[in-house]
């Protein structure tokens, strides 16, 4: 079964830093590009994030620029997204997500919840 | 970056009904189009990519159209489980923006 299982979030304080978690199990992770999209409560999706295959190419939302970084270790199976200089702004649930055909995310993990607040 | 409005932002509905979602691009994103269906408390789930290729395992009753900058979701006869909140995203370009969601409830 193809499974994406985030986690890392929690209640963190404004300027503070996470690390995301994704594991990756019943497919072959190298081989996908992987993205990272965030749901802030009553609103919408909204992509933060892709890296391809090896992690040597990296895009960024402009509002999250210079702040996460994405990355991934092939051997674990595992993508993360290091999340810095953390603002209220970024309160969501973050989903990891595979790239499948036409650029799509065919695969979602669960999410997993940050809370930005002092 | 391209923009993405879908409308519209919620739809009444009753089982049996067919119901379509329209989202249109601020720019051509030739047929990169996806739809996908959410439901609070789960992953997101890919319904159609390239406009009008339903994801394998996903019901018949949905089907969607469109290219260039205009696409649409249709469902056909409502079931109960198909309430929900429907994305689409363009995946032409970097940002892979979303549409604002449809909210989809029972009537």
């Known amino acids: 079964e193809v499974q994406l299982v985030e986690s890392g979030g929690g209640l963190v304080q404004p300027g503070g830093s996470l690390r995301l978690s994704c594991v990756a199990s019943g497919f072959t992770f190298s081989s996908h590009w992987m993205h990272w999209v965030r749901q802030a409560p009553e609103k919408g999706l909204v992509w933060v994030s892709r890296t391809n295959t090896d992690g040597s190419s990296t895009m960024y939302a402009d509002s999250v620029k210079g702040r996460f970084t994405v990355s991934r270790d092939n051997a674990k199976n595992t993508l993360y997204l290091q999340m810095n200089s953390l603002r209220g702004e970024d309160t969501a649930v973050y989903y990891c997500?595979?790239?499948?055909?036409?650029?799509?995310?065919?695969?979602w993990g669960q999410g997993t919840l940050v809370a930005v607040s002092s | 970056d391209i923009q993405m409005t879908q409308s519209p932002s919620s739809l009444s509905a009753s089982v049996g009904d067919r119901v379509t979602i329209s989202c249109r691009a601020s720019q051509s994103i030739g047929n990169y189009l996806n739809w996908y269906q959410h439901k609070p408390g789960k992953a997101p789930n890919l319904l159609i990519s390239?406009?009008?290729s339903l994801l394998s395992g996903v019901p018949s009753r949905f089907s969607g159209s469109g290219s260039g900058t205009d696409f649409t979701l249709t469902i056909r006869s409502l079931q109960p489980e198909d309430f929900a909140t429907y994305y689409c995203q363009q995946s032409y370009t970097i940002p892979g923006s979303f549409g604002q969601g449809t909210k989809l409830e029972i009537k």
């Open positions: 997500a595979r790239e499948g055909s036409s650029r799509s995310s065919d695969c």
């Open positions: 390239a406009a009008s």
